[in-house]
T-cell receptor, first 115, second 113 residues
Framework: GAGVSQSPSNKVTEKGKDVELRCDPI?????LYWYRQSLGQGLEFLIY????????KSGLPSDRFSAERTGGSVSTLTIQRTQQEDSAVYLC?????????????FGPGTRLLVL | SQQGEEDPQALSIQEGENATMNCSYK?????LQWYRQNSGRGLVHLIL?????REKHSGRLRVTLDTSKKSSSLLITASRAADTASYFC?????????????FGTGTQLKVEL
C-alpha cells in the first residue's frame, strides 16, 4: 500500500508569511507525529496525535506553530509569521497503534526555506 | 533536546569493510531504534531492539543494547556503496503520552568503491 505522503515537497516563503504543510498518513494508522530536522541535525519532536485524544504539543517551539488532524487521518502543520530559523525539513510519521512498541513510518518530508 | 548521541559523527570506509556506529542515551527506554536517511529526506526504519534484548540481527545488520551503560551499537557487515547514508538512533521512552522518538544527531557513513 501507499506510504506516508507529504506536500509540498519544497516550500520557499518570505519571512512573516504563513505556511501550511500537509501529511497523509498510512491508511489505518492511528498515531501521527510531526518532527523537524534542521540542517545537519537529528530530528526534533514537535507534536503527536493519537485517535481522538488531545494531541501532545509538548515539542512545539512557539505559539506560531500549530497542527490539526481532521477525521483522524490527514494532518496540517501551520507556521504563522515564519522566521528564518523555521527553515528546516519537516517530517511526518505514522504508526499503527498506541502503547505498542511500534516503528514509525516516515514521509519524504517538506523542505521549508524562509527568506 | 537530543537524548541520543551517535559516535562517530562521520565514518568513511571501503566497500566490503564493516561499519560500526555507537549511540548513547540518558534516560530509561522501552526500546531503541535505528533509522537510515538518504539525502536529508525521509527516514527508513532499520531495526528495533527492546529494552530486555541484548542483541538483534537483521540481514547484514547487527544491533547490541547495553542498558546498564545506556548505549547501543549498529554494525553493518560487508558494506556496500548503497549503504552510504546518515544513520540515526532513536529512543522510545513511552510513558503513556505516545511513542514519540528522541533522535540522536546521526552518523554520516560513506562507503567508497
Amino acid at each position: 500500500g501507499a506510504g506516508v505522503s507529504q506536500s509540498p515537497s519544497n516550500k520557499v516563503t518570505e519571512k512573516g508569511k504563513d505556511v501550511e504543510l500537509r501529511c497523509d498518513p498510512i491508511s489505518g494508522h492511528t498515531a501521527l507525529y510531526w518532527y523537524r530536522q534542521s540542517l545537519g541535525q537529528g530530528l526534533e519532536f514537535l507534536i503527536y496525535f493519537q485517535g481522538n485524544s488531545a494531541p501532545d504539543k509538548s515539542g512545539l517551539p512557539s505559539d506560531r506553530f500549530s497542527a490539526e488532524r481532521t477525521g483522524g487521518s490527514v494532518s496540517t502543520l501551520t507556521i504563522q509569521r515564519t522566521q528564518q530559523e523555521d527553515s528546516a525539513v519537516y517530517l511526518c510519521a505514522s504508526s499503527p497503534q498506541r502503547g505498542q512498541q511500534e516503528t514509525q513510518y516516515f514521509g519524504p518530508g517538506t523542505r521549508l526555506l524562509v527568506l | 533536546s537530543q537524548q541520543g548521541e551517535e559516535d562517530p559523527q562521520a565514518l568513511s570506509i571501503q566497500e566490503g569493510e564493516n561499519a560500526t556506529m555507537n549511540c548513547s542515551y540518558k534516560t530509561s527506554i522501552n526500546n531503541l531504534q535505528w533509522y537510515r536517511q538518504n539525502s536529508g529526506r525521509g527516514l527508513v526504519h532499520l531495526i528495533l531492539i527492546r529494552s530486555n534484548e541484548r542483541e538483534k540481527h537483521s540481514g547484514r545488520l547487527r544491533v547490541t543494547l547495553d542498558t546498564s551503560k545506556k548505549s547501543s551499537s549498529l554494525l553493518i557487515t560487508a558494506s556496500r556503496a548503497a549503504d552510504t547514508a546518515s544513520y540515526f538512533c532513536a529512543t522510545d521512552a513511552y510513558t503513556g503520552g505516545g511513542n514519540k522518538l528522541t533522535f540522536g544527531t546521526g552518523t554520516q557513513l560513506k562507503v567508497e568503491l
